[in-house]
């Protein structure tokens, strides 16, 4: 006989449970069987037929079940032999041979074994495949291995006794005995016998919950429900079969989840197509709600946008908002209704009493493909403003901001999270003429010898370091944005940002440099910077009236984090605020 070694290995990934037991498998075949669990008691084969579908997705070698096929209970033959005809046609989708185990359910009398052996054959009986003895047993009637028959347990013995050389032996019982003797530390006439005789595993079933556990280098694993009456367990395992391999490398049993097996068409590309876009743009704001001085949103009127014109189905739901307790929406949920290849547009009172961050968020489910569907999240947009005033004369960049020109800073700022600043304070200045964009900003810094800045290549990581950044969309009627950064070394990294307006995400051109003149200076309680941008690099020119998108920040490397004018920080240009030209 073969030598061997039980190896216990568990992995929980996705709820899956694997066992590993190292062995010595005979010419190295690999063989894969799925074991089925209980259906009755309390069952339901909508469960089970699922349980069968993703099964033979898999394609195993061999399946066995571990009884409680039928509800039984009963004498009355015609009652058994229809409820053996239902089952029947639940497996029928499987393509591999299937070995069956007798429940209680199945056999408790002597007419139901006796219609049992009609339907499948002999209660007890043993079978090879691929260098494995496997043994099905019949206990279904009785509560402890003392109970069996003398005529069973002398046949197991000896089929036993006769199949030692097997690589494997593998046993299948629907109570699980061990539950109460082995795994109490009492003697087990079972037990002794597959000691005995060098069995492997036992698989079980009953309770319909699975668990597991190795006593004498036996693995014994209980295999809980596929239909019958259950709960979920601590893990979250709830329906499940479980799958074996048993290989060169050992023998591996994952319990598997209902529904993780999937069909291979899951997500076809025309269905990824569809969905992602939804996800992006089937929920979206119009307009955004003007943030007040105090950061406060006053009464205002916001509309939002469901835009059905990607789907080949009806929307009929109820928009819902998600409002934080700081918001007010009114009305907070509406029936909608759309058609295919429609949008449409919905108004709603809104206010904030108190911070505006976290703003609200609508959702709506989407239909994308039969039966599959997607929500889309549209959030509340909130707009500030701060001011660029016109220069009389140039300014002199030198980092040192004392130039009457430099008026009205921005100076409250949130956490990147929508909280309260945690940094030193920050003013952020803004100015322009004909030709030019001017910036400023006054970084205080208690700590001044903390200030980090190294990087002195343009597009060097100065994201990375101190730091203050711009993003900048000059024509709100294109769809180019620019992202700026400066260190307290004048250094710049930049780039150009395009939005993808059928996919709702940016697209990058970090090739693009702007030209910049740039001075910073530090004192003893800060660092500060100016800047002279161009305009003809944008494309645009400045006049009074005219409004850019903007929003900017500052980081602050000692306390890791940084201050931002208006939450999030994003590239798409839709998130940014006015900069208003005065």
Same mark, same amino acid.
Not at 285 to 298: E, I, M
Not at 303 to 332: A, C, G, H, K
Not at 520 to 525: L, M, Q
């Given at each position: 006989?073969?030598?061997?070694?039980?190896?216990?290995?568990?992995?929980?990934?996705?709820?899956?449970?694997?066992?590993?037991? +190292?062995?010595? &498998?005979?010419?190295?075949?690999?063989?894969?069987?799925?074991?089925?669990?209980?259906?009755? %008691?309390?069952? !339901?084969?909508?469960?089970?037929?699922?349980?069968?579908?993703?099964?033979?997705?898999? /394609?195993?070698?061999?399946?066995?079940?571990?009884?409680?096929?039928?509800?039984?209970?009963?004498?009355?033959?015609?009652?058994?032999?229809?409820?053996?005809?239902?089952?029947?046609?639940?497996?029928?989708?499987?393509?591999?041979?299937?070995?069956?185990?007798?429940?209680?359910?199945?056999?408790?009398?002597?007419?139901?074994?006796?219609?049992?052996?009609?339907?499948?054959?002999?209660?007890?009986?043993?079978?090879?495949? %691929?260098?494995?003895?496997?043994?099905?047993?019949?206990?279904?009637?009785?509560?402890?291995?003392?109970?069996?028959?003398?005529? /069973?347990?002398?046949?197991?013995?000896?089929?036993?006794?006769?199949n030692q050389t097997a690589a494997n032996?593998?046993?299948?019982?629907?109570?699980?005995?061990?539950?109460?003797?082995?795994?109490?530390?009492? $003697?087990?006439?079972?037990?002794?016998?597959?000691?005995?005789?060098?069995?492997?595993?036992?698989?079980?079933?009953?309770?319909?919950?699975?668990?597991?556990?190795?006593?004498?280098?036996?693995?014994?694993?209980?295999?809980?429900?596929?239909?019958?009456?259950?709960?979920?367990s601590p893990t979250g395992l709830m329906?499940?079969?479980?799958?074996?391999?048993?290989? !060169?490398?050992? =023998?591996?049993?994952?319990?598997?989840?209902?529904? +993780?097996?999937?069909?291979?068409?899951?997500?076809?590309?025309?269905?990824?197509?569809?969905?992602?876009?939804? &996800?992006?743009?089937?929920?979206?704001?119009?307009?955004?709600?003007?943030?007040?001085?105090?950061?406060?949103?006053?009464?205002?009127?916001?509309?939002?946008?469901?835009?059905?014109?990607?789907?080949?189905?009806?929307?009929?739901?109820?928009?819902?908002?998600?409002?934080?307790?700081?918001?007010?929406? &009114?009305?907070?949920?509406?029936?909608?209704?759309?058609?295919?290849?429609?949008?449409? *547009?919905?108004?709603?009172?809104?206010?904030?009493? %108190?911070?505006?961050?976290?703003?609200? /968020?609508?959702?709506?489910?989407?239909?994308?493909?039969?039966?599959?569907?997607?929500?889309?999240?549209?959030?509340?947009?909130?707009?500030?403003?701060?001011?660029?005033?016109?220069?009389?004369?140039?300014?002199?960049?030198?980092?040192?901001?004392?130039?009457?020109?430099? /008026?009205?800073?921005?100076?409250?700022?949130?956490?990147?999270?929508?909280?309260?600043?945690?940094?030193?304070?920050?003013?952020?200045?803004?100015?322009?003429?004909?030709?030019?964009?001017?910036?400023?900003?006054?970084?205080?810094?208690?700590?001044?010898?903390?200030?980090?800045?190294? =990087?002195?290549?343009?597009?060097?990581?100065?994201?990375?370091?101190?730091?203050?950044?711009?993003?900048?969309?000059?024509?709100?009627?294109?769809?180019?944005?620019? &992202?700026?950064?400066?260190?307290?070394?004048?250094?710049?990294?930049?780039? +150009?940002? *395009?939005?993808?307006?059928? !996919?709702?995400?940016?697209?990058?051109?970090?090739?693009?440099?702007?030209?910049?003149?740039?001075?910073?200076?530090?004192?003893?309680?800060?660092?500060?910077?100016?800047?002279?941008?161009?305009?003809?690099?944008?494309?645009?020119?400045?006049?009074?009236? @005219?409004?850019?998108?903007?929003?900017?920040?500052?980081?602050?490397? @000692?306390?890791?984090?940084?201050?931002?004018?208006?939450?999030?920080?994003?590239?798409? $240009?839709? +998130?940014?605020?006015?900069?208003?030209?005065?």
């Amino acid at each position: 006989m073969l030598k061997k070694t039980i190896l216990k290995l568990t992995i929980s990934a996705l709820a899956l449970l694997l066992v590993s037991i +190292s062995v010595s &498998q005979a010419g190295g075949q690999t063989v894969r069987f799925a074991i089925i669990g209980d259906l009755t %008691g309390g069952g !339901q084969e909508d469960i089970y037929a699922q349980i069968v579908t993703e099964i033979e997705r898999l /394609q195993p070698d061999i399946i066995l079940t571990v009884g409680d096929m039928i509800e039984g209970y009963t004498e009355d033959t015609a009652i058994l032999n229809s409820e053996w005809i239902d089952y029947m046609e639940l497996v029928k989708p499987l393509s591999a041979p299937i070995y069956y185990t007798p429940g209680n359910h199945d056999i408790f009398n002597d007419v139901m074994e006796e219609v049992y052996r009609k339907w499948i054959g002999k209660p007890y009986y043993s079978f090879d495949y %691929g260098g494995i003895h496997f043994v099905i047993l019949d206990n279904g009637r009785w509560e402890a291995s003392e109970e069996l028959p003398a005529e /069973q347990l002398e046949w197991v013995n000896n089929d036993l006794q006769q199949n030692q050389t097997a690589a494997n032996t593998f046993v299948f019982i629907h109570r699980p005995f061990w539950w109460n003797s082995v795994a109490e530390g009492k $003697p087990d006439t079972l037990h002794t016998l597959f000691v005995k005789h060098g069995v492997d595993a036992v698989f079980t079933g009953h309770y319909h919950e699975y668990f597991s556990a190795e006593y004498d280098g036996i693995t014994y694993t209980t295999i809980g429900s596929s239909g019958g009456a259950t709960q979920l367990s601590p893990t979250g395992l709830m329906y499940h079969f479980a799958w074996v391999t048993v290989n !060169q490398a050992g =023998v591996h049993i994952a319990p598997i989840k209902m529904g +993780s097996v999937l069909p291979w068409d899951e997500i076809t590309v025309a269905e990824r197509k569809i969905y992602r876009p939804v &996800q992006f743009r089937g929920v979206s704001a119009v307009n955004a709600a003007l943030v007040q001085p105090d950061l406060t949103v006053s009464d205002a009127v916001v509309t939002i946008r469901v835009d059905n014109r990607l789907t080949d189905f009806p929307i009929e739901d109820t928009l819902r908002w998600n409002i934080p307790d700081n918001w007010s929406v &009114q009305p907070s949920s509406i029936p909608v209704a759309v058609g295919p290849g429609d949008t449409a *547009t919905f108004d709603f009172n809104v206010a904030s009493v %108190g911070p505006v961050y976290p703003t609200p /968020q609508a959702s709506i489910n989407f239909t994308y493909a039969e039966g599959k569907n997607v929500t889309a999240t549209g959030q509340l947009r909130v707009t500030r403003e701060t001011s660029c005033y016109r220069a009389t004369s140039a300014p002199i960049i030198d980092g040192v901001i004392s130039e009457e020109i430099w /008026q009205d800073p921005a100076t409250r700022f949130f956490s990147p999270d929508g909280g309260d600043m945690t940094i030193d304070p920050v003013r952020f200045y803004f100015a322009f003429d004909a030709d030019n964009l001017y910036l400023a900003a006054y970084c205080e810094e208690t700590k001044v010898d903390s200030i980090r800045a190294t =990087v002195t290549e343009h597009d060097g990581a100065i994201y990375g370091e101190d730091c203050v950044g711009y993003f900048l969309q000059p024509d709100p009627d294109t769809a180019v944005a620019y &992202q700026i950064y400066f260190n307290p070394l004048g250094t710049a990294f930049d780039l +150009s940002i *395009t939005m993808n307006p059928e !996919q709702g995400y940016p697209d990058y051109d970090y090739d693009w440099s702007g030209v910049y003149d740039v001075k910073t200076s530090r004192g003893d309680d800060h660092w500060s910077i100016e800047a002279r941008i161009g305009l003809e690099q944008f494309g645009v020119t400045a006049e009074t009236g @005219r409004d850019w998108r903007l929003n900017f920040r500052r980081k602050q490397k @000692r306390l890791d984090t940084a201050g931002d004018w208006q939450v999030p920080i994003d590239a798409d $240009p839709n +998130s940014y605020g006015r900069l208003i030209f005065r």
